[in-house]
């Protein structure tokens, strides 16, 4: 373990080089809308979710952006402009854009590289400079691209996205890229270089911890329904491939979710305990994943907003490094090591097992020598480092802790 932590401190060292004046140079962050309103999203919603990430501080901790997901489209007027859905969004989406930018924030939009979108409405396929133009003339700042009713072939993926990659670089605005194709053709091999900046890795997350029945392969948990557990497990894996202006993409968090009825909630998505949605934002953090919030932020409970505003944990997901922390199994534990830029090291312990366990804090200040103290994100607690610490840990918790030399 300690030969591959030095190797991989530096190839750290080497990204850093590359993280500035680039797009995306720290995970995205804000509130997504698919899981809460599926396509059933109006203007309204939109205003009223800008103001609760105002208002409960979430923008100033960093999520400041609204992505719409799927469900907007009017479909296209008689110049085959698109146009958004006329009851939904009365307003117009410029409009709607000037709010969203008058409150401090970016906003996102959705589309899909084929005829029609995975819940029927308008896509792009053959209008992929036309759409771009007009959500750059809407002060649009984010588009999701998804995947639906298109080949099943890499290639085809490759030429759809750069298509609407090129479009995007030459509309007059910079627009984020976030390619979703759920994993299935290995984006994280080719996605940045045909223009985005982040790309799903797995099928769409339910809430909860994981499968039943355990997936053989990552295809298998589009019909299984993926959980918190099992796409940290694809996601985890793929660290080499992250970096500032290119993210692997785990999906949205589901914390505070409460086993909601809607999207997240089928396969088997009926709900986590607060220790497991503690420990996604901790896991999504550690791998520098985009942080989309899909709960209801204007009615979120005190565990909720605790878990959702720790500035502490924010802060290691958007290190401006921008390194996805390296993961090592140790029998039932999952040990994340992430170097952020001041020179601590970010550690994360996830006891995967059904049983509270008791880990020895000596397997990581071995890994270690020269730091000198350990700060819990989650309880605030600074101690200084010494041998035989043990620490118990609860089913599906996961520990993060910030390793300083002063």
Known sequence: MKHSISILLLIFFIHDAFSQQIASPTPPMGFMTWNYFKDNLTENDVCTI????????????????????????????????????????????????????????????YSDGAPLTCAGYTGS?????????????????????????????????????????????????????????????????WAGKAGGQLWRTTADVRDKWRSKTKPKTPADLHHLGAGIFDIMNVNASLNKFAGPGGWNDADMLVVGLNGKEGPSGDLGGTGCSDIEYQSQMSLWCLMAAPLMISCDIRNMNTTTKMILTNKDIIDINQDSRGIQAQRYIIDNWHIFTKPLSNGDIAIGILNASDSTLIFSMDKIYSEFPDMKFAFDVWKKERLPVKKNRKVSIVPHETKVYKLSAK
């Open 50 to 109: 800008a103001d609760a990430l105002v208002s409960t501080g979430l923008r100033d901790l960093g999520f400041n952006h609204i992505f719409i997901d799927d469900g907007w489209q009017g479909g296209r007027d008689n110049r085959n402009n698109l146009i958004p859905d006329p009851v939904k969004f009365p307003s117009g989406m410029k409009t709607l854009s000037d709010y969203v930018h008058s409150q401090g924030l970016k906003l996102g939009i």
């Open 125 to 189: 396929l053959h209008f992929e400079d036309q759409d771009a133009r007009t959500f750059a003339q809407w002060g649009i700042d984010y588009l999701k691209y998804d995947y639906c009713n298109a080949p099943s072939d890499r290639e085809t993926a490759i030429a759809r996205y750069a298509k609407m990659a090129k479009a995007l670089k030459s509309c007059g605005r910079e627009i984020i890229l976030g390619i979703c194709e759920w994993g299935d053709r290995e984006p994280w091999l």
